[in-house]
């Protein structure tokens, strides 16, 4: 049988700056992957984390040597935590979030599922 696997999107955070990367999961900003400025070693250059608004556990960040080792590890956390989270928690964190931001921004939210 086949693992499942997830799909994320690592972008630059900024234009032509390539040592800050936004990460996606569908349709959503979900964490960064970034040069870490104040590494105490080459080891722990690059630093991941996942940020999405709701609890996150001690182990959905961390710091390596290198970019694609941080992607890797944080691909690893994000399914391990898709799969740890309870069923609706991270959707409903979502929802929540975006009327949030609706309502700081003067719009309409009336068709927000509470």
């Known amino acids: 049988m086949a693992a499942n696997s997830i ?10 700056i390539a040592d800050d990367y936004l990460v996606w999961y569908g349709g ?9 400025r104040d590494a ?20 959905g960040k961390g710091a390596t040597g290198s970019r694609d080792t941080a992607i890797r590890d944080f691909g690893s ?25 609706s309502r700081a921004s003067g719009t309409d939210i009336s068709n927000v599922v509470p």
């Open 7 to 16: 799909t994320l999107s690592v972008r630059p955070k900024w234009p032509d």
């Open 28 to 36: 959503k900003e979900i964490g960064r992957v970034r040069l870490a």
């Open 40 to 59: 105490k070693s080459p080891s722990t250059a690059w630093e991941w984390y996942i940020c999405v608004p709701m609890a996150v556990p001690e182990w």
């Open 77 to 101: 956390a994000w399914g391990r935590f898709l799969k740890e989270a309870p069923a609706g928690h991270l959707q409903r964190a979502w929802d929540l979030q975006s009327a949030a931001q």
